[in-house]
């Protein structure tokens, strides 16, 4: 699958004209939105608690390699294993030769955004390692192959029918079409895949500096199977994912199940601090804690844009977002989608893979009312957005740089932009129409022309009404 | 908007060498393009704010998104200029959206408007999150006579313009714009209210060309009725 290059406008087009997903981008934000409206409206210091999740996240990030340095010894007093990942290969590496050591031969993994970033089972099987997702939405499209399209639910551009023919087809089984169906097969693999497992490998939702502890929350329980039933554990995890203090928990928590799914909390959150002991009947004889870099420290050396660092991975920007609504997660072209992937893509994979993506927004800042962490979205876009032009990529080409040339000189100069306003009136003519609006423009205009009329300049500028009148008469 | 002052009894001028905010520049990333026509701004609404008869006047725009680049995004723009962040901020402080203006400076709510039709109000998005303005519009539209007011489901999602946005994405633009002309057909108004020229103009292109019999109107017009 191996990222290439962003290509937003074009898979955006095909995202809009297909149907089945246009219903369901409508009926799953829409869930996920009211109930997250609902769980933030039922707290009543519900902005106070965003504006302190914020202060802390942004404590840690300003601080990071002070909270990296004591989760490392945390982790390592309570029997764990620290790895340092500076790309995607590296991690990778690490955690196959992990799996090589100890002689693992099947993987169980719960949902981590972190290993889909590095695309880890393509690793697996490239060493010939068995590897089986277990979230439910992933296992759906690690059977087909494909990217997660929603940061909460992978697999929301799939319909019924969809799943009920990929599992016939990819597991030799009939077509089932209740979803109660569908889930019970999956169920019934995926344990006796716990069983056989030697490895799981998850991700992290935070990561306790004080404590060493990694935190999961789930619904399906089968992360709190990964991290416990096999001989191994290895979770893999960003280094933003840091916070500081236990006592933390309990607002981040908080936040993170009311701004996901409007849950008061998760259906499981565990707490994880090193392998088993040696009073504990059971949990893995090996921990490991991979710490993933991947671009982060790029982003964290740029001022201007640090705080996209902040994110927990909650997916309410997504929802509340008109464009992700409309184009789905697959348009923004790697894993991370909705207004965080296209603040975060350009900066961890480079601006010039993905220079569309900081333009991929109409700044109406819908993201950053619900943003848990309060991210200035429209700030952090309009810092890349400037990156993008200075880097002279994407559709900032030569005529764009032109256009806005000619419209600094017009609007520098008051006479010319008289003259401008004036001609305008006489240049339209030709593009008339009977309604007497602009109704089809030349390129690049006719890309609002198409669809929509443009309004037609006035034969009197309002200048010049102002100065025959004042604006007596309107 | 310079009837419905005047007919509050303000005093209205217009500068004439005034052109643009410079927003079109930011927006799209020209952030240089961007700080040289927004000097040219600030310098002459300083200048008049600092003459004689300018010490007590106030600035007031029709559009809520011109409004917030002076007001929030300047102080982005002009971040490492701190000689000129005086003058950002003492423009700032007296630039007002117009609904802005008439609830907070003026303190009406009922300007003496009449106009018969259902009336629905779409949240410019700059205005509504940058602003932070949603009920005064409504209760300036609730305020006019004959009026009937009526919410529309999603009134505060974006209509799809962003500036640049509507032409470097088009497809995705107009499919957002789609949602709320449903949106607005469905609330049974047959008049369409917002307080900015870009969504009015990207809302209004799509009506018209589809032959939708809903009226667009700026705020600014409707409070002008005197029907
Ligand atoms: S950016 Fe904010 S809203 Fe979006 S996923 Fe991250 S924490 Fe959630």
Same mark, same amino acid.
């Given at each position: 699958?191996?990222?290439?290059?962003?290509?937003?406008?074009?898979?955006?087009?095909?995202?809009?004209?297909?149907?089945?997903?246009?219903?369901?981008?409508?009926?799953?934000?829409?869930?996920?939105?009211?109930?997250?409206?609902?769980?933030?409206?039922?707290?009543?210091?519900?902005?106070?608690?965003?504006?302190?999740?914020?202060?802390?996240?942004?404590?840690?990030?300003?601080?990071?390699?002070?909270?990296?340095?004591?989760?490392?010894?945390?982790?390592?007093?309570?029997?764990?294993?620290?790895?340092?990942?500076?790309?995607?290969?590296?991690?990778?590496?690490?955690?196959?030769?992990?799996?090589?050591?100890?002689?693992?031969?099947?993987?169980?993994?719960?949902?981590?955004?972190?290993?889909?970033?590095?695309?880890?089972?393509?690793?697996?099987?490239?060493?010939?390692?068995?590897?089986?997702?277990?979230?439910?939405?992933?296992?759906?499209?690690?059977?087909?192959?494909?990217?997660?399209?929603?940061?909460?639910?992978?697999?929301?551009?799939?319909?019924?029918?969809?799943?009920?023919?990929?599992?016939?087809?990819?597991?030799?089984?009939?077509?089932? @079409?209740? #979803? +109660? *169906?569908?889930?019970? /097969?999956?169920?019934?693999?995926? &344990? %006796?895949?716990? !069983?056989?497992?030697?490895?799981?490998?998850?991700?992290?939702?935070?990561?306790?500096?004080?404590?060493?502890?990694?935190?999961?929350?789930?619904?399906?329980?089968?992360?709190?199977?990964?991290?416990?039933?096999?001989?191994?554990?290895?979770?893999?995890?960003?280094?933003?994912?840091?916070?500081?203090?236990?006592?933390?928990?309990?607002?981040?928590?908080?936040?993170?199940?009311?701004?996901?799914?409007?849950?008061?909390?998760?259906?499981?959150?565990?707490?994880?601090?090193?392998?088993?002991?040696?009073?504990?009947? @059971?949990? #893995? +004889? *090996?921990?490991?804690? /991979?710490?993933?870099?991947?671009? &982060? %420290?790029?982003? !964290?050396?740029?001022?201007?844009?640090?705080?996209?660092?902040?994110?927990?991975?909650?997916?309410?920007?997504?929802?509340?977002?008109?464009?992700?609504?409309?184009?789905?997660?697959?348009?923004?072209?790697?894993?991370?989608?909705?207004?965080?992937?296209?603040?975060?893509?350009?900066?961890?994979?480079?601006?010039?893979?993905?220079?569309?993506?900081?333009?991929?927004?109409?700044?109406?800042?819908?993201?950053?009312?619900?943003?848990?962490?309060?991210?200035?979205?429209?700030?952090?876009?309009?810092?890349?957005?400037?990156?993008?032009? +200075?880097s002279k990529k994407g559709s900032t080409g030569i005529g764009e740089r032109f256009g806005i040339r000619l419209w600094r000189f017009t609007v520098e100069h008051e006479s010319i932009y008289k003259i401008t306003n004036k001609l305008s009136y006489y240049f339209q003519l030709p593009w008339k129409g009977r309604n007497g609006k602009l109704n089809s423009l030349p390129y690049p205009f006719s890309r609002w022309t198409d669809q929509r009329d443009f309004p037609a300049v006035a034969k009197k500028t309002f200048r010049e009404r102002w100065k025959n009148n004042k604006g007596e008469t309107g | 908007m310079v009837k419905v002052l005047k007919s509050l009894g303000v005093e209205v001028d217009f500068i004439e060498e005034q052109t643009c905010c410079g927003q079109p520049a930011f927006n799209s990333g020209y952030q240089d393009d961007a700080r040289a026509v927004a000097e040219r701004f600030l310098s002459i609404f300083d200048t008049t704010l600092n003459d004689e008869s300018g010490k007590d006047a106030y600035i007031v725009c029709p559009s809520g998104s011109c409004t917030s680049m002076v007001k929030v995004f300047y102080e982005e723009l002009f971040k490492n200029s701190p000689e000129l962040l005086n003058k950002v901020r003492h423009v700032s402080q007296k630039t007002f959206e117009f609904s802005e203006f008439l609830i907070k400076v003026l303190n009406t709510v009922d300007v003496g408007a009449g106009y018969k039709g259902v009336v629905t109000y779409h949240d410019s998005c700059h205005l509504l999150r940058e602003l932070g303005v949603k009920d005064g519009p409504r209760e300036l539209i609730k305020s006019v006579k004959g009026v009937k007011f009526k919410e529309m489901e999603l009134h505060d999602a974006c209509c799809g313009f962003g500036g640049t946005f509507s032409i470097k994405f088009p497809k995705v633009s107009v499919s957002m714009l789609d949602e709320k002309i449903e949106c607005i057909i469905n609330s049974g108004a047959d008049t369409l209210v917002s307080a900015d020229m870009g969504c009015l103009m990207n809302i209004g292109g799509a009506l018209s060309r589809r032959e939708i019999p809903v009226r667009v109107m700026h705020l600014a017009e409707l409070l002008a009725s005197r029907g």
């Amino acid at each position: 699958m191996g990222f290439e290059e962003v290509r937003f406008e074009q898979d955006s087009e095909k995202a809009i004209h297909n149907k089945p997903l246009q219903k369901a981008l409508v009926n799953v934000t829409n869930r996920f939105r009211t109930a997250r409206n609902k769980a933030s409206e039922d707290v009543p210091n519900w902005d106070n608690l965003r504006a302190a999740a914020r202060e802390i996240k942004k404590e840690t990030i300003e601080n990071l390699d002070k909270y990296l340095l004591m989760l490392e010894e945390r982790v390592k007093r309570a029997g764990g294993k620290v790895h340092w990942a500076k790309d995607a290969e590296e991690a990778s590496q690490i955690i196959v030769n992990i799996a090589r050591e100890g002689n693992v031969k099947s993987v169980v993994k719960s949902k981590s955004m972190a290993t889909e970033e590095i695309e880890l089972n393509n690793s697996f099987e490239d060493a010939g390692i068995k590897v089986i997702e277990t979230d439910l939405g992933e296992y759906i499209i690690q059977l087909a192959g494909e990217r997660p399209s929603h940061i909460i639910a992978p697999a929301i551009h799939k319909t019924k029918e969809d799943i009920s023919k990929l599992f016939s087809a990819k597991l030799g089984i009939p077509r089932y @079409d209740k #979803p +109660e *169906e569908l889930t019970k /097969v999956a169920r019934e693999i995926l &344990r %006796s895949e716990f !069983l056989n497992a030697d490895m799981g490998v998850s991700g992290a939702n935070f990561a306790v500096a004080e404590t060493g502890t990694i935190v999961i929350v789930e619904n399906e329980g089968n992360a709190r199977l990964t991290t416990t039933v096999p001989k191994i554990h290895v979770a893999l995890v960003g280094i933003e994912k840091l916070i500081p203090r236990y006592e933390d928990l309990s607002l981040f928590l908080t936040v993170l199940a009311r701004s996901a799914t409007g849950q008061k909390s998760s259906t499981y959150v565990s707490f994880i601090t090193g392998p088993k002991r040696s009073t504990d009947i @059971d949990g #893995p +004889e *090996e921990f490991h804690l /991979v710490l993933l870099d991947n671009g &982060r %420290s790029k982003i !964290l050396a740029s001022e201007e844009t640090r705080e996209s660092l902040y994110c927990i991975r909650c997916g309410a920007c997504l929802n509340n977002c008109p464009v992700y609504r409309k184009v789905g997660g697959h348009s923004y072209g790697w894993v991370y989608s909705g207004p965080i992937g296209a603040i975060i893509t350009p900066q961890l994979m480079g601006i010039d893979k993905a220079p569309e993506l900081p333009f991929a927004s109409s700044l109406c800042g819908a993201c950053k009312d619900v943003c848990p962490v309060k991210i200035d979205f429209p700030k952090v876009l309009l810092e890349l957005r400037k990156n993008v032009v +200075e880097s002279k990529k994407g559709s900032t080409g030569i005529g764009e740089r032109f256009g806005i040339r000619l419209w600094r000189f017009t609007v520098e100069h008051e006479s010319i932009y008289k003259i401008t306003n004036k001609l305008s009136y006489y240049f339209q003519l030709p593009w008339k129409g009977r309604n007497g609006k602009l109704n089809s423009l030349p390129y690049p205009f006719s890309r609002w022309t198409d669809q929509r009329d443009f309004p037609a300049v006035a034969k009197k500028t309002f200048r010049e009404r102002w100065k025959n009148n004042k604006g007596e008469t309107g | 908007m310079v009837k419905v002052l005047k007919s509050l009894g303000v005093e209205v001028d217009f500068i004439e060498e005034q052109t643009c905010c410079g927003q079109p520049a930011f927006n799209s990333g020209y952030q240089d393009d961007a700080r040289a026509v927004a000097e040219r701004f600030l310098s002459i609404f300083d200048t008049t704010l600092n003459d004689e008869s300018g010490k007590d006047a106030y600035i007031v725009c029709p559009s809520g998104s011109c409004t917030s680049m002076v007001k929030v995004f300047y102080e982005e723009l002009f971040k490492n200029s701190p000689e000129l962040l005086n003058k950002v901020r003492h423009v700032s402080q007296k630039t007002f959206e117009f609904s802005e203006f008439l609830i907070k400076v003026l303190n009406t709510v009922d300007v003496g408007a009449g106009y018969k039709g259902v009336v629905t109000y779409h949240d410019s998005c700059h205005l509504l999150r940058e602003l932070g303005v949603k009920d005064g519009p409504r209760e300036l539209i609730k305020s006019v006579k004959g009026v009937k007011f009526k919410e529309m489901e999603l009134h505060d999602a974006c209509c799809g313009f962003g500036g640049t946005f509507s032409i470097k994405f088009p497809k995705v633009s107009v499919s957002m714009l789609d949602e709320k002309i449903e949106c607005i057909i469905n609330s049974g108004a047959d008049t369409l209210v917002s307080a900015d020229m870009g969504c009015l103009m990207n809302i209004g292109g799509a009506l018209s060309r589809r032959e939708i019999p809903v009226r667009v109107m700026h705020l600014a017009e409707l409070l002008a009725s005197r029907g």
